[in-house]
């Protein structure tokens, strides 16, 4: 499959927005639901008595 | 004195899997196959990429629009699926009244949610150009936000209660009760043959794709299940550490007296 250009891998055959939309907020949610899962466990250590 | 054949079982090797039951003896276990599976994860995951936008050809009837399905499939296999796990977790917990069940319940089901809201969006996403619409009350589409309303019912029943173990028996009567929804989501293309397509990838017929657009489902298929894996480990990681905030072996953990 080749592209030929960045700009036709952008544009997706027109349907950017759609491809785009679907990965880049799928992409969004794992980046969310990591910074999530790292602020639990930060949350959870035992305190970290001197 | 030679063990008796009850005390050579009671140390066989059943005994040593049983060990991970516990909290306290699972936790490291799950810390040391998080980066296995996140490795795995990210493998498969510009594998997959690779191949569904520099293998797969383009669609002769929908162009470009159909590489969301590389997305959308593994996304909603893996709400169905993780749907199922949460809700035998749950059981287990309820049947055997077993801690470190319950606990995997609640770490499974944010991680499902997400997969479910992920396969309703990227659906919606690319009904809009092959369908004309973002939305329409059809029997999968349907199904499966009542699947995502399952697992915030979850989410929020499990929270809600403040005593864990009675939050998690709560939870798990609605985790199994919810599961029936699983085969009906499944199904649905088939019983009420609504707008959503049938199963083009089945267990019992070879499946009408072509093989590269195939392989690229598979491997981010497999990108998300490992994901899955190294989500809901890490969070139960986390729920033991809050449970069991008060046991000596966190609280040495912390370097506290």
Request: hydrophobic content about 50%; glycine content about 6%.
């Given at each position: 499959m080749n592209w030929g250009s960045l700009e036709n891998f952008l544009a997706m055959g027109g349907y950017g927005l759609y491809v785009w939309g679907s990965y880049g907020v799928t992409l969004l949610c794992i980046a969310v639901e990591l910074w999530a899962l790292a602020r639990r466990s930060r949350r959870a250590q035992p305190e970290q008595r001197a | 004195m030679k063990a008796t054949t009850l005390e050579a079982h009671a140390d066989g090797r059943g005994n040593a899997l049983l060990r991970f039951a516990a909290p306290q003896a699972f936790f490291p276990l799950a810390g040391k196959m998080i980066p296995w599976f996140a490795a795995l994860a990210v493998v498969f995951a510009v594998g997959g990429l690779y191949v569904s936008f520099f293998v797969a050809p383009t669609d002769f009837q929908q162009g470009e629009s159909y590489r969301v399905i590389f997305i959308h499939v593994p996304a909603a296999w893996m709400s169905m699926f993780l749907y199922v796990v949460m809700a035998a977790w749950a059981a287990f917990g309820l049947i055997l009244n077993t801690r470190l069940s319950g606990m995997m319940a609640s770490a499974i089901a944010p991680t499902g949610a997400l997969f479910t809201f992920i396969a309703l969006w990227t659906g919606a996403l690319w009904g809009k150009?092959?369908?004309?619409?973002?939305?329409?009350?059809?029997a999968r589409l349907t199904s499966e936000l009542i699947l995502l309303f399952l697992y915030l019912g979850f989410i929020a029943l499990t929270t809600a209660i403040d005593d864990p173990r009675r939050a998690e028996r709560a939870g798990a009567v609605l985790a199994i009760v919810g599961v029936i929804n699983v085969p009906i989501i499944y199904f649905s293309v088939k019983w009420w043959n609504t707008l959503h397509q049938g199963?083009?990838?089945?267990?019992?017929k070879a499946p009408s794709m072509a093989a590269t657009m195939l392989a690229g489902m598979f491997l981010m298929a497999l990108a998300a299940w490992m994901y899955s894996f190294a989500a809901a480990l890490w969070r139960v990681r986390s729920i033991i550490l809050e449970r069991e905030r008060d046991a000596l072996w966190v609280r040495e953990r912390g370097g506290g007296a």
């Open positions: - | 150009p092959t369908w004309g619409t973002w939305w329409v009350w059809d199963a083009s990838v089945s267990l019992t």
